[in-house]
């Protein structure tokens, strides 16, 4: 396979993320030919030239849709505000490009449904970054559960907890307007449901409920605007094998920097995993004679695939970036028509409509079924 040529859009948080991934993804993988890095997309042409100059890409430009057309970029990298992400994507799919875009996928059912829409008509690959299904640690809980290790599950439970908007003073940002979706629903959400997806498949049914614990915060012109989305989500899930579920999303949860807390509890034992200590997870299992019972840690090591790609020591640990690189290789490995554990924009389309369900239900207050995707993608 000849080298990818890159164009990344966007190089904040999450764009120099990508960045870095498409730096280090040849060198930590050897079998990946090192992705020609050949523009970078920003909002104004200075910022554009700054960013491509600090992560290594050819060429600039304040106009992304003069990158999407580019003929040497293979894959668009997009690392944009929410409301941004549906009419990138969908342009570089017309356009014959892969596409990598950040979560959520899209701030509406209705841009969602575009986007997989998209994806369908294109010969092109399309995938999500729900980094955290990357992390080896969530392998290896799969490979527990697969083996029966903890029994047939009967319940999950995930708290995703961070403290960045906890300040009611901290200046109002793109992240409270109601067009960047319904706030720590969508922000934090789709990651415990990537998560459930690729360990267990599909949410039947939902019951929501979404609270904004600060009406308005300062905006930088020194006045104050109402916050339009809900930095706190509290959500009851049924799954399609018949386990319940428990998922707690808060923005404002002083202390909390960047948890999110699994728990597994099956008929034989017990999961646990906290992104916030991402090198380890915690297995209990009913077997052991009572007096030694008790949760085991196990840290990752070169036989959770692919730390070994990084690190040959046990316990050494990977970090955020490195899942973004796993993300990466993975990326790659289904533009080569290889078996690849990604989530596309089919998947993506299935969480934005439990997404849509969940906020549907929490309007209500009452339970909502989740709608099967091709239904979702044509309303
Ligand atoms: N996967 C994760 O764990 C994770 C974590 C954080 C953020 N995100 C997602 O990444 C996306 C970006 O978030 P962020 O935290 O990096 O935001 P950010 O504000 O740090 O960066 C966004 C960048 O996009 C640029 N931008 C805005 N409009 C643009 C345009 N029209 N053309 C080109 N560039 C433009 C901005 O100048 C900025 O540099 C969001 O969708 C967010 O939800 C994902």
């Known amino acids: 396979m000849k080298p990818l040529g890159v164009g990344l859009i966007g190089s904040g948080f999450m764009g120099k993320c990508h960045a870095l991934a498409w730096n280090a993804v040849g060198s930590i993988f050897d079998d990946v030919p090192r992705p020609r890095l050949v523009a970078l997309g920003e909002t104004t042409q200075d910022l554009a030239e700054r960013r491509a100059t600090e992560l290594g890409f050819a060429r600039s430009t304040a106009d992304w849709r003069a990158l999407v057309a580019d003929p040497a970029v293979d894959v668009v990298s997009i690392a944009t505000p929410n409301h941004l992400h549906a009419e990138m994507a969908v342009a570089a799919l017309a356009a014959g490009k892969h596409v990598w875009c950040e979560k959520p996928m899209a701030t509406t059912l209705a841009d969602a449904g575009r986007m997989a829409a998209a994806a369908r008509r294109s010969n092109s690959v399309a995938v999500l970054g729900y980094n955290y299904i990357q992390n080896p640690v969530v392998g290896l809980m799969q490979r527990i559960l697969d083996a029966g290790e903890i029994g047939p599950v009967n319940h999950v439970r995930i708290e995703m907890d961070e403290d960045f908007m906890a300040d009611s003073e901290a200046p109002f940002s793109w992240k409270s307007e109601a067009a960047s979706g319904h706030g720590a629903l969508d922000d934090f959400g789709v990651h415990p449901l990537s998560l459930i997806r690729v360990l267990f498949g599909e949410a039947r049914r939902v019951c929501g409920h979404m609270a904004k614990p ?127 554990r990604i989530l596309d924009f089919e998947d993506g389309l299935r969480i934005e409509l439990t997404i849509d369900a969940i906020a549907r239900s929490a309007r209500t207050g009452s339970w909502v079924e989740v709608a099967p995707s091709r239904e979702g993608a044509l309303r």
Not at 269 to 280: F, H, I
């Open 214 to 340: 600060y009406a308005d915060r300062p905006t930088r012109e020194g006045s104050r605007r109402a916050v339009e989305t809900y930095d706190i989500a509290t959500v009851l899930v049924e799954l399609e094998n018949g386990a319940s579920g428990v998922l707690s999303l808060n923005r404002c949860a002083w202390g909390r920097k960047g948890r999110i807390f699994v728990q597994i509890f099956g008929a034989k034992g017990t999961l646990v995993y906290d992104q916030e200590r991402m090198n380890e997870c915690l297995v209990y299992t009913a077997d052991l004679p009572k007096e030694t019972q008790g949760f085991r840690t196990i840290l990752t090591a070169p036989h959770h695939p692919p730390y070994d790609r990084f690190v040959p020591a046990s316990g050494h640990g990977l970090g955020f970036n490195d899942l973004k690189i796993i993300e990466c290789r993975q990326l790659i490995g289904r533009i080569r028509g290889e078996e690849a």
